[in-house]
């Protein structure tokens, strides 16, 4: 367009070049600590589970060896027992103060420090061995000293209790001894057991006394071997360590451990990175991989447009439009209107401009075809000077000025795109139109009138941020604007309402209501035929202009997306 715009480029393709070397620069570094943390963690959550099974080792260990002390203290005197029960005592309470915090013990969890979690757990775990030591050693102090007091009471004890048993024994045998003597006696003498101071009677009744004594005894022994049997039933010896033991849980340290790592671990399985370098590469997986891929390939877009259709698009047509100078006139003048100027159409290849001693023209260089000899010429570096970056922005610098005291004639044409069209559109005193600077070529002007451009900001409206464009640029007159449009340039009135692709618009009057409209049907819009939104123009007599074909970028893939990405930065300020 201007011979600036190829500096652009080639700064605009080093820096992109900057961009894509930094990016991947990046993404490695990202990618190598990524996995270098994903290294880490797994190796912590391997080593946690270690010091898992080394607690466990730790917890079965110190079993066996208080299992044996334990056993050696079972004959001892008592106060050899109570002094060692003490010295648990002793132990526990020094590990207890070495023991972390529960806050402490959260935050070695969280930087890995192994080696304050390892210490932790085998010292939790010998206090879990320790106390069922202890308590084992006090149930047995308090078995020792009831069973002392029951043998000072009664003067026996379980030695005692099993006498009376062996007594009670005896006394039953007498007792059936008796019983059979007594059957002899009522077989031999049947009359005579029963004659009262016969030899036969006296003997029967003394047989009957002594059996009558000896159950008696018996009935006794028994109660007194029962009463001593509940009391060293209340005073059970306790269980042989070795059982219990055996049956010592290290559950809350385990599970601590297990929940530490195991929150770790499925931290690690959800992390995405994790799950692409841990990818099942076989051949089933692979298939899985491809049919999801593709379905969410094939069916997202098509969900997404249909929302956007369907939801989207009729909720922003709703919304109010965009009004810059509602009072304004909208009156445009094309070229075949003005007298002595333009062309046999609204647009043409070329067209033909006066000059004289009341005009002046500012024209892009590449688009001056001829000029005449006698006209004045200058460099103007941008076109307005209120508006210095927007100016150059659209490439509206480095213009030829030119100047004429008589009436001479120039031709404006493209001199290097071949489907460039150039058309003049007059704007008469008290009227105002918004264009895109990217399309201006030229501007004639009258001297003694300064071209007056004025900026409008729409932060607050849905249809400026729809169609990306928050400032508007509005060209006052009177001046003539010489644009530019690929295939031709049409000015429409708005009429009623009009809507028309964004691409192709190029400006409108300033009194029109400028909207976003849902596109007429489904199928052009799901095939790419038609935009989501096309710009819509109502409310007064105006005009809109727009180019007959939306101008297609030509040049290599990075060429392009670098001129687009231009246009999407300058398109909000409505460049």
């Not at 029962?226 to 219990?244: A, N, T």
């Not at 590469?281 to 098509?302: C, E, Q, Y």
């Not at 006052?476 to 809507?499: D, F, I, L, N, Q």
Request: charged share 20%; glycine share 6%; with cysteine.
């Amino acid at each position: 367009m201007t011979s600036i715009r190829p500096l652009f480029s080639w700064l605009l393709r080093k820096a992109w070049a900057v961009v894509v070397v930094f990016a991947i620069l990046w993404l490695g570094a990202w990618g190598v600590a990524k996995f270098q943390e994903l290294k880490q963690l797994g190796q912590t959550i391997i080593q946690i589970q270690l010091i898992e099974a080394g607690v466990k080792e730790t917890a079965e260990r110190a079993k066996s060896e208080a299992q044996a002390r334990v056993t050696e203290l079972d004959n001892a005197a008592v106060d050899i027992v109570e002094k060692r029960k003490q010295t648990l005592n002793e132990e526990i309470q020094q590990l207890r103060g070495q023991i972390p915090s529960a806050a402490q013990r959260a935050i070695a969890i969280a930087r890995g420090d192994l080696q304050t979690i390892r210490d932790w757990a085998g010292k939790e775990v010998t206090i879990l061995v320790k106390q069922e030591e202890r308590d084992f050693l006090a149930r047995a102090l308090d078995y020792r000293s009831k069973l002392s007091e029951y043998e000072q009471g009664l003067g026996d004890g379980p030695a005692g209790l099993e006498r009376i048993h062996q007594e009670n024994i005896e006394v039953l045998r007498e007792i059936e001894r008796l019983n059979e003597e007594i059957k002899r006696l009522v077989n031999s003498h049947p009359l005579q057991v029963y004659i009262p101071l016969t030899r036969v009677n006296a003997e029967h009744i003394r047989l009957l006394d002594e059996r009558k004594a000896k159950t008696a005894r018996t009935h006794a022994q028994k109660a007194k071997y029962d009463e001593r049997s509940k009391f060293l039933s209340s005073i059970q010896k306790p269980k042989h360590p070795g059982v219990l033991l055996s049956s010592l849980k290290v559950g809350p340290v385990v599970e601590e451990l297990r929940s530490a790592w195991g929150e770790r671990e499925a931290n690690l399985r959800q992390d995405w990175f994790w799950q692409i370098i841990n990818f099942d590469f076989s051949t089933t997986g692979l298939v899985k991989a491809a049919v999801v891929i593709v379905a969410v390939a094939a069916v997202m877009p098509l969900g997404i447009r249909l929302v956007l259709f369907y939801v989207f698009a009729p909720i922003a047509t709703r919304r109010p439009a965009v009004a810059l100078l509602p009072n304004s006139e909208g009156r445009v003048l094309t070229g075949h209107d003005l007298p002595g100027q333009g062309s046999a159409g609204i647009s043409s290849v070329s067209c033909r401009l006066t000059i004289d001693s009341s005009n002046e023209l500012l024209v892009h260089s590449e688009y001056l075809q001829s000029m005449p000899n006698e006209s004045k010429s200058r460099t103007q570096w941008i076109l307005d000077r209120h508006i210095p970056l927007s100016s150059i922005a659209a490439g509206l610098v480095a213009l030829t000025h030119m100047r004429a005291e008589t009436s001479q004639t120039v031709v404006v044409s493209s001199t290097r795109d071949p489907l460039s069209e150039v058309s003049l559109l007059a704007i008469p005193k008290g009227s105002s139109i918004v264009l895109l600077p990217r399309h201006i070529v030229g501007v004639l002007q009258p001297r003694e009138t300064m071209l007056r451009i004025t900026r409008h900001w729409r932060f607050f409206n849905l249809h400026a941020w729809l169609t990306m464009q928050l400032r508007y640029l509005v060209f006052h007159g009177p001046v003539t604007m010489v644009v530019k449009g690929c295939r031709g340039v049409r000015v429409e009135a708005a009429e009623a309402g009009r809507s028309l692709s964004p691409a192709a618009t190029i400006g409108f009057s300033a009194n029109l209501s400028y909207s976003s409209r849902r596109c007429t049907t489904l199928f052009a819009y799901l095939s790419g035929q038609q935009p989501l939104l096309n710009d819509s123009f109502a409310g007064g007599r105006g005009y809109y202009i727009y180019q007959e074909m939306p101008y297609e970028r030509r040049g290599g893939f990075i060429g392009r997306g670098l001129e687009g990405l231009v246009d999407a930065a300058l398109k909000p300020l409505g460049i």
